[in-house]
């Protein structure tokens, strides 16, 4: 059996089905409203344009430590926000989910943080270099109603529930 995807348009984005949000007229009328933390190669090669260009999102922020890559593609991407600051992201409210592409090394603390204010979380892979860590990143997504998802887009496809049921 071949995967194809559901059609966008009835499908709810992850942040709606969580939250028990409705929309009349399916993804388009909610969008998720994303900030990126890293403006480094991986979101280069693949996060800023395809939140820029998809259906049902918007880029709300991006974030990095050098203030230069941050309104490089800041701009370039038409952000709404630039911060250089984390934190700062993280206390807009006009985030609803962070995109953790940064160094490896930070994904723990940054997933952390996100999930404590109350933001969706898209971690590049890996998430954790350890099981104590991924414990903690999973102990702190329990305390919240976020949705936490790990850059290994492979295993979201529906031919992985066909494999868990065999």
């Not at 952000?79 to 609803?96: K, N, S």
């Amino acid at each position: 059996m071949a995967w194809s995807p559901a059609p966008k348009a009835t499908r709810l984005h992850p942040a709606a089905e969580v939250t028990g949000a409705t929309t009349t007229t399916g993804a388009n009328s909610l969008p998720l409203r994303v900030g990126v933390l890293g403006c480094g190669p991986i979101a280069q090669m693949a996060h800023l344009e395809s939140v820029q260009k998809g259906r049902n999102v918007m880029l709300a922020a991006v974030c990095d430590r050098d203030e230069g890559l941050a309104n490089r593609f800041g701009h370039q991407y038409d952000a709404e926000t630039i911060h250089t600051d984390y934190d700062q992201m993280l206390a807009d409210d006009g985030v609803d989910a962070v995109i953790i592409a940064t160094s490896d090394a930070f994904h723990v603390p940054a997933a952390r943080r996100a999930l404590s204010a109350g933001k969706h979380v898209f971690c590049e892979k890996p998430m954790t270099h350890s099981l104590a860590e991924a414990r903690d990143v999973v102990d702190a997504w329990r305390r919240g109603d976020r949705v936490v998802q790990v850059g290994v887009q492979a295993t979201s496809m529906p031919i992985w529930d066909e494999v868990r049921e065999l």
